[in-house]
């Protein structure tokens, strides 16, 4: 059974830091894409970040520059590092894994950015 733990969500400042982590469990997913997706109130899920089995990465344009996508293979992990963080980013960020057709989602943590 696949199951996606995510950890390390908050409340920060605008201007601060926060690292999403999501440890992926059940199966070998070297091959897959994870990635995370966000959906503030009110709003559609959007992506933020992906990182594709090449080592590729793609991120969303409004956090390129500010937001780091990284992955473990060996550990089954994949880490959003975000910095320099603004109110519009405030939602909850879920880990997505798609592994044999099929897209795997975490429970979701909240991140709240605000003064």
């Known amino acids: 059974q696949v199951q996606l733990v995510e950890s390390g969500g908050g409340l920060v400042q605008p201007g601060g830091s926060l690292r999403l982590s999501c440890s992926a469990s059940g199966g070998d997913f070297s091959t897959s894409v994870m990635g995370w997706y966000r959906q503030a109130p009110g709003k559609q899920r959007e992506v933020v970040a992906l990182?594709?089995?090449?080592?590729?990465?793609t991120y969303r344009d409004s956090v390129k520059g500010r937001f780091t996508i990284s992955r473990d293979n060996a550990e089954n992990a994949v880490s959003l590092q975000m910095n320099s963080l603004k109110p519009e980013d405030t939602g909850v960020y879920s880990c997505?894994?798609?592994?044999?057709?099929?897209?795997?989602w975490g429970q979701g943590t909240q991140v709240t950015v605000s003064s």
């Open positions: 997505n894994l798609h592994y044999l057709g099929i897209a795997y």
């Open positions: 990182s594709f089995s090449n080592g590729g990465t």
